[in-house]
């Protein structure tokens, strides 16, 4: 056999590629500011990809496009040649390669895989203080998202890709107009006011289930895009051959967003998505008026909940690129992969205590199964994504004319006991939970589902509650509780969403062979239709649907109503924290106090109790040491 044929670059000999190359190792940065840029060779087709990785300083680097997509399964890999040298990468990064590559030119790139040393631990700290900046200076950002092989012949047929090609060179294109025209078709069908599940036509249907293939893409659970999307110049979406502007995306699911429950029996679970990527101010700013905007970290922590990441502290990490991330110019925390994440998140919540005045954070604790065993600190969230449930208290403003403030504007009062780390709040004792029941049951599949509400609403109505209230007022306490005080603001409001909503899980109790309790209907159907007025459901279905995921509606001693967190059980405490927007229940452990969670108690949110207490009517002020 002959010798490996070698070429020459900047005066060293290079053997050239094959599959018994050596991998290739990269050389140390050689400043904190500096980064790599991927040189992608010309190419076509499934040839293997070839690189180059040169190191510039940040503010010297030439223009390049940052690619945003998700890593896949890290056992999923392939290999490229880079610099004659075999890297693997994750087969997904290798498929946005091939299809970003040019058949002619050197396209100057930037991918986080490639371009950090992912075994490096100090790099990895030092680039991603960076990596804000490295999606900012881009000229452009390449979403890259990936389909299985069936769901793009779908999503294909959706946007007639025939005439929608794969041309990158410029956002204004045509294809890419295109592709937004034929995806503003589709969506305008699903939009019709009243339509149902059983009234669309097969096209529809067919659009439906590619939209809904599109986004259970992994792109659309990884948290890491949320700032590389935030911080772009300009975002271009590649699907399979196809292209579209990305804000045009998030106009559609924006449009969707708006019916839920038909959303819902679609499979399309879209409902809050559109938020996780208008959180930073040139996206909002692009959908000024149709979005919310000036998120503080806490709301950036929450609102990026459902988002992934394979490294726990990233979870914290990822959205230090943030304007609410730094204060004066400095950052909440800086990026050290040599730190712990229960070290990290108790420096961050330590942060937010004392920046926010409030117990705001104290409303994104979410136990899951095994988690108040009393190895770790109850009262600092973990940000584990093993648990789904959607804050009441840690959001400054609501949707839904809701207003929380059950601690009527009082004063923080927190204190950290060192050692153990436990921390001293104040407020009072409520009311004890004498009983509860569960939101959520087993389906056939043996999935955890949410319980028919008509029949929710009905075991909820034989609590010991105050017998002297009419049998609407009860009604009214049910829904508002279920809700977590839907329309507080606008009682006429609610009313008349209420009679509708009560109309409609009639109807569909009804398509499934069930009778709805009349104790649902004490105003009678007619008067019900009356009040109901052709009111939408759309809204109040998100509350109850979203508010009792995860959680169990309870009734204290003195027959109050409230939805708390899945662990309560008899006997916790029901108490108002000063600071907190929203009542907690507490479980006495000796002397101390665990936090179970937040929780919604009818008839306090407004700082009823309060101003009892302020009265001296009822309660007394304790000092609770949370641990």
């Keep these: 056999m002959g010798r490996l044929a070698k070429r020459k670059r900047d005066g060293i000999t290079i053997p050239r590629f094959s599959w018994s190359s050596p991998p290739y190792e990269h050389v140390a940065l050689p400043t904190t500011t500096s980064i790599r840029i991927l040189e992608l060779q010309p190419g076509e087709g499934t040839d293997i990809i070839a690189c180059h990785l040169s190191t510039v300083e940040s503010a010297e680097a030439p223009p390049y496009e940052a690619i945003s997509y998700a ?126 599940m059983e009234d669309l ?77 208008t959180t930073f101010p040139a996206r909002s700013k692009e959908l000024n008026g149709e979005v919310d905007g000036d998120y503080d970290f806490l709301e950036m922590l929450e609102v990026t909940r459902n988002q992934k990441a394979s490294d726990p502290r990233d979870y914290v990490y990822a959205l230090l690129g943030h304007p609410s991330a730094s204060v004066n110019g400095v950052p909440i925390v800086e990026p050290d992969y040599n730190k712990s994440p229960e070290e990290l998140y108790f420096e961050v919540t330590m942060k937010i205590l004392s920046q926010s005045k409030s117990l705001r954070i104290l409303s994104a604790v979410h136990h899951g199964d095994g988690t108040l065993n009393g190895e770790s600190s109850s009262w600092i969230p ?97 829904g508002q509780t279920l809700t977590a005080g839907f329309r507080n603001q606008a009682p006429t409001q609610f009313a008349a969403e209420f009679a509708a909503f009560r109309l409609y899980l009639a109807d569909e109790a009804e398509k499934k062979g069930r009778e709805m309790s009349d104790g649902l209907f004490p105003e009678g159907k007619e008067a019900l239709h009356r009040i109901a007025n052709g009111k939408s459901v759309d809204e109040i279905y998100w509350a109850a649907s979203r508010f009792c995921t995860g959680r169990k509606v309870f009734c204290t001693k003195q027959g109050t109503l409230g939805l708390g967190p899945a662990l309560l059980r008899e006997g916790d405490l029901c108490c108002i924290l000063f600071g907190a927007r929203v009542p907690f229940i507490l479980r006495r452990v000796r002397d101390n106090y665990q936090l179970v969670g937040e929780s919604y108690v009818h008839g306090i949110m407004k700082g009823e109790a309060v101003v009892d207490w302020m009265i001296g009517e009822k309660y007394e002020m304790q000092t609770f040491t949370l641990v």
């Design 71 to 196: 890593w896949g399964r890290e056992t999923d890999t392939r290999v490229i040649n880079c610099e004659n040298r075999k890297l693997r990468v994750t087969a997904n990064l290798r498929d946005a390669l091939w299809r970003i590559r040019d058949p002619v030119e050197v396209k100057f790139l930037w991918a986080d895989a490639v371009c950090i040393n992912q075994n490096d631990n100090e790099e990895r700290g030092f680039q991603v203080r960076q990596m804000p900046s490295v999606y900012a200076n881009a000229v452009r950002v390449l979403v890259w998202i990936d389909l299985p092989s069936s769901a793009f012949k779908d999503f294909e047929h959706l946007l007639d890709s025939g005439s929608v090609g794969p041309d990158l060179g410029n956002e204004d294109t045509a294809p890419v107009g295109l592709a937004s025209r034929i995806l503003n078709e589709h969506v305008a069908k699903l939009e019709v006011p009243g339509i149902r």
């Design 201 to 277: 036509d097969p096209d529809t249907s067919v659009v439906a289930s590619a939209l809904c293939q599109l986004f259970d893409s992994p792109w659309f659970t990884r948290l890491w895009v949320v700032q590389e999307i935030g911080m772009a110049k300009s975002i271009l979406a590649m699907i399979g051959d196809a292209s579209i502007d990305f804000v045009d995306l998030i106009r559609f699911i924006l449009r969707l967003e708006r019916r839920t429950m038909l959303m819902d029996q679609l499979g399309l679970f879209i409902a809050g998505k559109s938020n996780v990527y």
């Design 382 to 478: 973990s940000w584990s994504r093993d648990v789904c449930v959607l804050s009441l208290g840690v959001y400054q403003d609501h949707y839904f004319d809701v207003e929380y403030d059950a601690s009527a504007g009082l004063a923080a009062f927190c204190n950290l006991v060192e050692p153990g780390r436990s921390l001293d709040v104040r407020g009072f004792v409520l009311d004890v939970v004498e009983e509860y029941i569960e939101t959520e049951e087993l389906s056939h599949g043996e999935s955890v589902v949410l319980k028919e509400v008509d029949e929710l609403m009905s075991d909820i109505l034989r609590f010991k509650t105050d017998s002297s209230a009419s049998p609407e007022d009860k009604l009214a306490a049910v």
